[in-house]
């Protein structure tokens, strides 16, 4: 499969915990995204990384989320200090440099905070 | 980028007819707008997209308008199936040419 792959799909946690997903993209894709998703509502942007440098965090980006691209390949997303208003869909995509240029998403990880 | 609106919320229609959901933008320098297809627990799945420097662009039976001038842009479906069953989002980049903003999206129903 090549395309954009998360790991894992599903992860229930307690609030307070902390939580890292994992996203490796299309393979010659640069650029990476992380979106959230709530029910009923369409993907919201949460930062983006051109290869290893991240380049933009939206302001639902807390100082509890932290993301990271280290080889510009895969990334993760850490979330610290959970709470039951993080739980969501955490979407991933990619996409060629430049553009605006077409994003494919992965499968996502969908958080529980109970 | 800033906001879209997305009507309707829901759609429901009889195979074979047509379907149209149109999308409005607020951001003069919009110049990407995709469309996701999402069916429940499933990844959003480009569908078609258009640039600013087009007016119409069509994939089978599949097809996308933008009217630059009153900053709204609609997708098209013909001959409507039940697998196109399914909640559509429509987005736009802005003036970035990275980040989208999402409507709320639709769900489409359709009726066999």
């Known amino acids: 499969d090549t395309g954009v792959s998360q790991d894992p799909r599903h992860k229930i946690t307690k609030r307070g915990q902390n939580v890292t997903f994992r996203c490796d993209p299309i393979?010659?894709?640069?650029?990476l995204y992380w979106y959230r998703q709530t029910l009923g509502q369409g993907p919201e942007f949460l930062t983006y990384?051109?290869?290893?440098?991240?380049?933009?965090k939206s302001r639902l980006l807390s100082d509890r989320f932290s993301a990271e691209r280290p080889k510009g390949s895969f990334s993760t997303l850490e979330i610290q200090r959970t709470e039951q208003g993080d739980s969501a869909m955490y979407l991933c995509?990619?996409?060629?440099?430049?553009?605006?240029?077409?994003?494919?998403f992965g499968p996502g990880t969908r958080l529980t905070v109970t | 980028g800033e906001n879209v609106e997305q009507h309707p919320s829901t759609l429901s229609v009889q195979e074979g007819d047509s379907a149209v959901i149109k999308c409005t933008y607020s951001?003069?320098?919009?110049?990407?707008f995709p469309w996701y297809k999402q069916e429940l627990g499933k990844r959003p799945q480009l569908i078609i997209d258009?640039?600013?420097?087009?007016g119409e662009k069509k994939d089978q039976r599949i097809a996308v308008t933008l009217n630059k001038t009153a900053k709204h842009f609609s997708l098209h479906i013909t001959e409507t199936q039940p697998e196109d069953s399914a909640v559509y989002f429509c987005?736009?980049?802005?003036?970035?040419?990275?980040?989208?903003?999402f409507g709320k999206g639709t769900l489409l129903t359709v009726n066999p």
């Open positions: 995509a990619s996409s060629l440099d430049g553009g605006p240029y077409e994003q494919y």
């Open positions: 393979s010659e894709h640069n650029r």
């Open positions: 990384f051109q290869n290893e440098a991240q380049l933009e």
């Open positions: 951001d003069s320098a919009s110049n990407y």
């Open positions: 258009i640039r600013s420097n087009v």
């Open positions: 987005a736009d980049s802005g003036g970035s040419n990275y980040k989208l903003t």
